[in-house]
């Protein structure tokens, strides 16, 4: 009985916080603070960088509503709840952070933050949208692997107006390597003027017990292709093979197990059943005595 | 042994203990039907059941992720302690030369084997793929105690049958010479075939006491060993309630009370039902009773350590263990073993009325299911409390409770072992006749010459 008051009291008070989490409140000179930097592309872009870098892991990308399930949930940039702060609340909660939202105070430096908002407001609905991401194209990527000298070699295509391919340019391609639970990330790299690329394999890329990697090649959201996946390239280090299972130890599988063990097993066994076997042989012998 | 009789004396006297022992091979009236009928209708209901589990898998059972060991391995820890009485009885008492054993030898042994044998059946019946049973022995992993129980059941089996079998080949061919012709044909037919051509050579027999002195050696290393092995399955592992250093002895000692209360139930059921009250005399039963306070006082002595000490230190887990036992959940089955199966039989049975045979029996009917509840015990809490930081599992694999498919093939178990017994009693005298006569001073002459 007792518990259970203390159950509910329990429920009780975490609602309470639980309200109080809706309301994020900001000190009131804090609150009119207004942006010191200019509402135009250039910050706006840089202001995307940031976004990128530092904050689309938890809030997801604008408009898609796929940030990280968490409580409170990272609210999406599009959202009213986000939009409806004034640019001096964003700066505050950007600044201080609560919960599970970083303070970004120490990290990104002041005008850095103000852009952040900039590029916040390039989804106000009550704002003239600066940066406007255009259709993703059709675009087609080629890629092989050099295994002697270690490289990924690219060729990228674009449909232009007319529905044709040319040579895609100045293309942010990425490289990752498949693992078990997802794709690795390991580098960038741009095609150049013949829409060409060649990315540097890392020395320190591990594979699999043969040094194998499944390198994955992929353009951006930018473009509609399908992903290159070069399978089985032996441009990896050999994975280290942990000796730990690979010694005589006494819970063992039969390649390693201790001698000692096995000796005394087939030694205990092999005379039980040796003692068994004489004493049949006596029950023969009886036998036979009955005969004569 | 009495003073040597003569030849006349002896051959009556001999003809009288021939007739009283065959009695249980002789005797078939209505109730022998009824109890053959209540057993098998009994097992095939658990067969069936067993059948639906391999139709199924054992998701018919209420054994989940976490409690992935159940009522099978319970009844199957239960099964090698009962079996490990042979061991006590017609080897370690033998070779102490303790007299009044001898009478109860063949009783221990026809237990031991139908208990071992189960055990081994049950083993199978817990494996969700029973057709793969002989990897156990193609793939066994040599550093498994698992592989290690298998070897060592099956070699207690063995030893078993051959103790079983030995003293009793003289019997058969008593039987088959002197035999009357109340035994039915075919049974007579059986002894002379196991009878090996039994004359009762000088020689013979010298090969009998030989050959029996080697099985009663090598069962003990062999005895032990099975229970032992037992407890590792359970030991050799870091749970709470199965960590601990004595669980090799804390199951043998346990093993010995289970054992020997069985032994006394059977022991009574003989003589109740084939009139031998003059052979499991109202002696033999106090001296099991002596020997069943003494294994009850040994056994005690390893609960109070087993759970005295760690009750001691409660440490984390453990103390999450030992109150669920001393004040949770289990509270009621915990304290009622160990009142039933301990407490109980060891305060009456100091006293010499309870060690006559009918207090005797019904303490040991308490005791027996106590023991059995007592594996339970050991086996499911502990399976309870994985003690892993686990999360969104699914509420039924936190708690175990037997189905009804379960239950059959537990009940099909027992039917079964008291099947095998009842077989073994019909089949062959259930005390060795040529022993105990020669214990009352017949000769080995009169008791081999064939029928006039």
């Not at chain 1, 592309?41 to 892991?57: A, E, H, Q, R």
């Not at chain 2, 003293?167 to 075939?193: S, V």
């Not at chain 2, 043998?252 to 059921?269: Q, S």
């Not at chain 2, 009773?289 to 609960?303: A, D, M, T």
Request: hydrophobic fraction near 45%; glycine fraction near 6%; proline fraction near 5%.
């Amino acid at each position: 009985m007792k518990k259970q008051i203390i159950l509910t009291l329990v429920i009780a008070l975490m609602s309470v916080f639980q309200g109080l989490a809706q309301e994020w409140l900001v000190p009131d000179d804090q609150k009119t603070l207004t942006n010191p930097s200019e509402y135009n592309l250039s910050n706006v872009k840089k202001g995307k960088d940031l976004y990128m870098k530092n904050c689309k892991s938890c809030h997801g990308d604008p408009g898609k509503h796929n940030g990280l399930p968490l409580v409170p949930a990272p609210p999406d940039v599009v959202s009213e709840k986000m939009q409806n702060n004034t640019d001096g609340e964003l700066h505050y909660k950007i600044t201080k952070g609560r919960g599970g939202m970083p303070q970004f105070e120490i990290t990104i430096s002041d005008d850095d933050r103000w852009r952040l908002i900039n590029f916040i407001r390039n989804f106000d609905p009550s704002r003239e949208q600066l940066l406007v991401d255009a259709p993703p194209k059709k675009a087609k990527l080629l890629a092989s692997v050099n295994e002697v000298e270690k490289k990924v070699e690219i060729f990228a295509e674009v449909e232009d107006a007319n529905g044709s391919f040319v040579t895609l340019t100045d293309a942010a391609v990425k490289i990752s390597a498949k693992k078990a639970f997802g794709n690795l990330p390991i580098g960038e790299v741009l095609t150049n003027a013949d829409g060409r690329a060649e990315y540097k394999i890392p020395e320190t890329l591990i594979g699999d017990e043969n040094g194998m990697v499944n390198i994955v090649v992929q353009l951006d959201e930018a473009y509609i292709t399908d992903n290159v996946v070069l399978d089985a390239a032996k441009v990896g280090q050999l994975k280290p093979q942990p000796k730990l299972i690979k010694k005589e130890i006494l819970w063992s599988t039969n390649e390693n197990i201790q001698t000692w063990l096995l000796l005394s097993y087939l030694g205990a066994v092999g005379a039980a059943w040796a003692a068994i076997a004489y004493v049949v042989f006596q029950i023969f012998k009886i036998w036979r005595l009955g005969k004569e | 042994m009495d003073k040597v009789k003569s030849p006349e004396e002896s051959r009556k006297l001999l003809d009288k203990i021939t007739f009283d022992l065959t009695r249980s091979i002789v005797k078939r009236d209505e109730f022998t039907n009824f109890w053959y009928f209540l057993l098998i209708i009994f097992a095939l209901v658990g067969l069936w059941g067993w059948g639906i589990q391999i139709r199924d898998g054992l998701g018919v059972t209420g054994m989940r992720d976490y409690v992935s060991w159940g009522m099978y391995i319970a009844n199957f820890v239960f099964f090698v302690a009962v079996s490990l009485i042979g061991f006590l009885i017609s080897s370690a008492l033998h070779l102490l030369k303790i007299k009044w054993s001898k009478v109860i030898s063949r009783v221990a042994e026809q237990v031991a084997i139908a208990a071992v044998a189960l055990a081994g059946i049950i083993i199978v019946t817990d494996m969700g793929r029973p057709d793969r049973f002989l990897n156990v022995f193609l793939h066994g992993r040599f550093a498994s105690p698992i592989i290690w129980d298998v070897t060592v059941v099956t070699t207690y089996l063995t030893i078993s049958v051959l103790l079983y079998y030995l003293p009793l080949i003289p019997d058969l061919a008593l039987l088959r010479d002197k035999g009357t012709d109340d035994i039915p044909q075919w049974k007579r037919n059986i002894y002379r075939i196991l009878a090996l051509g039994w004359k009762g050579h000088a020689e013979q027999y010298k090969l009998i006491a030989h050959a029996m002195r080697i099985l009663m050696i090598l069962i003990i290393p062999v005895g032990l060993s099975i229970h032992t092995v037992t407890s590792w399955l359970f030991a050799a592992t870091l749970r709470s309630g199965w960590d601990t250093t004595i669980f090799g002895p804390y199951f043998v000692a346990g093993a010995f009370v289970a054992g020997v209360a069985a032994v006394i139930i059977v022991m009574f059921l003989y003589r109740t039902r084939y009139g031998l009250k003059d052979y499991f005399e109202d002696y033999h039963f106090n001296m099991m009773g002596k020997l069943f306070v003494l294994v009850c006082l040994v056994y005690l002595y390893f609960n109070i350590n087993e759970f005295l000490v760690p009750g001691y230190k409660m440490k984390t887990a453990e103390s999450i263990h030992l109150s669920n036992l001393f004040t949770g959940k289990y509270s009621t089955m915990f304290w009622a073993t160990q009142f039933f199966g301990l407490l109980l039989p060891i305060t009456l049975m100091v006293n010499k009325y309870f060690r006559k045979p009918v207090p005797i029996t019904i303490i040991s009917v308490f005791v027996l299911i106590a023991s059995w509840f007592k594996r339970y015990i050991i086996v499911i809490p502990t399976l309870e409390h994985p003690f892993l930081p686990v999360q969104n599992v699914p509420e039924n694999f936190q708690h175990y409770a037997p189905t009804s498919i379960e239950i059959m093939i537990t009940v099909f178990s027992f039917m079964a072992a008291l099947l095998i017994i009842t077989v073994l009693a019909k089949m062959f005298p259930v005390i060795t006749i040529w022993e105990y006569a020669e214990e009352k001073g017949i000769s080995r002459e009169i008791i081999s010459e064939p029928k006039k």
